[in-house]
C-alpha cells in the first residue's frame, strides 16, 4: 500500500553471515530485500532459522552487517549503532523480561522510554505531567496497571510485561516498530489480549510495524501484507485484497512451492493454531 | 567506650568505599577488582599532595578526581577492549600498584607533620579528634548519600541503573551503555579513592598496601548493611543501611582489637558477622510474606518453552 515513495523502511540487499570461516558458518541474510511504506503492517513468517530475527536485529542494529544498507525514511543508519538507531525504533522482543528492567518501577520505566532518542541529562529522570500522561495510556490498555505505577516491573506478569514493553516501544512514535513474536511466550488467552492491543496501537498511531509470528492464522489476520522468508530472504510477499483472502492451506502451500521442500515437514515448522 | 567511637568514626569513612563498591557491585552489576588500587591511590595522592603543603580540601577534591579517572579506565578497557569485567578491573588495579608507588615516591608517606583536614578541624572547632572525626564522617557520608540520591534520580543517573539491570533493553531505549557504565565506574572508584584520601588522613599515614583486602571490606558492609536494612525501599535509607553495614564492620574490628584477641582473629570475626547477617536476612525474608504477583510470574515462568514446544510441534 504504498502511500508514498520513500519507503519507511528499506534492506537493500543484506547479508549476515554468523560464524564467517568456520564449519558452523550460516548465512542468516542472503541478499535480502525489502521495503516498508509509511504504514505498512507487515507480518512475517517463515520455519525456524529462516532469518527472521536476525532480519529484525540487523534492522535495529544490533550486530553489524556484512554487506548491503538499511535505510530508515531515506536515511542510510547501516553505519549507526543500535543505541542512535533506537531513536527512530521500537521494539517488543519474544522473551517478556527482555524489554524492561525488572528491577525498576512502572513508570521509571516509562520515564525511560519516553527518552528515548533524546539526551539523557542531569534533570530529573521523570516530571509529574508525564506521571499523569503515563497513568492515562496504562489505563487504555485495561490491565490495572494505572494503579501500580510505582510497583516493580519485575511483579508484573508476562502478558502484563509485554503490553507495557509495547507502550514503551510506542510512546515516542517510532519509524518503524519492530515486533519478534512478542507473544509466544504468553499463554492463548494472553497473547491474544496482547495482539488486541498491538492491533490497536499500530492503527491509531499508524505505524509502519513489522510482526515476526509463529502462528499463521494470525499472520493472516493481522496486517495489511504477509512476507514469508526462508534461507535468509523473502520468498513469498502477498498484500491487499490478496492477502485478505489467503488461508492457512495456501499458506502451506506457498511455503512448500517457496521453499521447494516436503509439505509435511515444513508443516512442523509453523503452527496453524 | 572509647575503642567503640574509634571504630565509628573509621566506619564511617569506610563507608565511602562501601558506597563506591556499591555503585559497581550492585547498581552497574560490574565485578570491579580496581577498587583495591584506587582506594590506595586516593590515599597516595591525598598524602602526596598534603606533604607539598596544599590545603587539605584540594587534596581530597584531587584524589575523588584521579579516582574517577581509574574507574573510567577500567570502563574503558571493558566497553571498548571488551575486556571482562574482573580482568579489566584486575588490570587497572596492577597498574595503580605502579602508579600509586609513583605519585608516592615511597611505600610509606607519614603524615604527623602535615596540617590535615582533621588537624585543621579540631583546631578550629576544639574538639577531640575522635568526636571531630565521628561529626566529619557523618557529615560526609550525608552529603555523599544526598548527592548519589540526586544522581540515580536524574535521566542519566536511571539510564546508569537501568543499564546494571538489562543492557539490551537500554540499549533498545537508546542508552549508550558503554558510556553509563563508564560514567558508573568512575563515579564509583571516585567515591573509593576519597575513602582512602580521609583514611590516610585519619591514620597519619598512607601505605602502598593500604587497599589490601578492600574489595572484602565493601562487600561485607553492603551485605551487612542490606541484611539488616532488607525491608527498606527508598534508595535513601538503602545507601544509608550500607553506610551502617561498614560501621558494623568497623566496630566489628574495633572489639576484636579491644579484647586484644590476636589480629589473626579480624578476618575469622568478619566471615562471622557476614554469615550472621546473611543468616538473619534469610530468616526474615522466609517469614515476610511474598507479593501474589511475584508468585504468579513465578508460575507463568515454566510455561514457556512449553507452550513453545506444542507450537513448534502443531
Ligand atoms: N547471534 C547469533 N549468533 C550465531 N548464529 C545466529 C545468531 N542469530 C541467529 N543465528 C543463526 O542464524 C540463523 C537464522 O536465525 P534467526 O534469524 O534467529 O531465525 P528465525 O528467527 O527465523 O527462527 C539460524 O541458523 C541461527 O542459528
Ligand atoms: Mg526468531
Known sequence: MPENNTPMLSLKNVVKTFYAGTVNEKTALNNLCLDLYPGDFVTVIGGNGAGKSTMLNATAGVFPIDGGDVFIDGVNVTKLPEHKRAKYIGRVFQDPMMGTAANMQIEENLAIAARRGKKRTLRWSITQQERAEFKKMLSILGLGLEDRMTAKVGLLSGGQRQALTLLMATLNRPKILLLDEHTAALDPKTAAKVLEITEKVVSENKLTTLMITHNMKDAIKHGNRLIMMHEGRVVVDVSGEEKQKLTVEDLLMLFSRASGSEFASDRAMLSAE | ?314
Open chain 2, 1 to 314: 567506650m572509647d575503642f567503640i567511637f574509634k571504630g565509628m568514626a573509621q566506619g564511617l569513612i569506610w563507608a565511602l568505599l562501601a558506597l563506591g563498591v556499591y555503585l559497581s557491585y550492585r547498581i552497574l552489576d560490574f565485578a570491579d577488582l580496581s577498587c583495591e588500587g584506587s582506594i590506595t591511590l586516593g590515599a597516595s595522592m591525598a598524602s602526596m599532595l598534603l606533604t607539598k603543603n596544599v590545603s587539605p580540601i584540594i587534596a581530597v577534591l584531587m584524589a575523588f578526581l584521579v579516582g574517577c579517572v581509574a574507574g573510567a579506565i577500567t570502563g574503558l578497557l571493558h566497553t571498548k577492549l571488551k575486556i571482562p569485567p574482573i580482568l579489566s578491573g584486575i588490570l587497572t588495579m596492577t597498574a595503580l600498584f605502579s602508579i600509586n608507588l609513583h605519585i608516592m615516591g615511597s611505600a610509606n608517606i607519614q603524615l604527623n607533620s602535615v596540617p590535615t583536614l582533621y588537624t585543621q578541624l579540631s583546631g578550629m572547632l576544639h574538639l577531640s579528634k575522635t568526636y571531630l572525626s565521628l561529626i566529619l564522617g557523618t557529615v560526609v557520608c550525608l552529603a555523599v548519600m544526598a548527592m548519589l540520591y540526586w544522581f540515580f534520580g536524574t535521566e542519566l543517573g536511571a539510564s546508569i541503573r537501568a543499564t546494571g539491570i538489562n543492557e539490551n533493553m537500554c540499549r533498545a531505549q537508546g542508552i549508550d551503555t558503554d558510556l553509563t557504565k563508564i560514567i558508573g565506574l568512575a563515579i564509583s572508584n571516585g567515591l573509593i579513592a576519597l575513602s582512602g584520601a580521609f583514611i590516610c588522613q585519619y591514620q597519619g599515614y598512607s601505605n602502598i598496601n593500604l587497599g589490601v583486602g578492600a574489595i572484602v571490606i565493601g562487600l561485607a558492609s553492603i551485605i551487612i548493611g542490606e541484611a539488616i536494612f532488607s525491608k527498606v525501599k527508598n534508595f535513601f535509607f538503602t545507601l544509608g543501611g550500607i553506610v551502617i553495614g561498614a560501621v558494623i564492620y568497623r566496630i566489628v574490628v574495633a572489639v576484636v582489637l579491644y579484647f586484644n584477641m590476636p589480629t589473626e582473629d579480624v578476618k575469622i570475626m568478619t566471615a562471622f558477622v557476614v554469615i550472621a547477617a546473611l543468616f538473619v536476612s534469610k530468616y526474615a525474608n522466609k517469614i515476610g510474606k511474598k507479593h501474589p504477583a511475584a508468585k504468579h510470574d513465578k508460575k507463568e515462568e515454566p510455561s514457556i518453552p512449553e507452550e513453545k514446544e506444542v507450537k513448534d510441534n502443531a
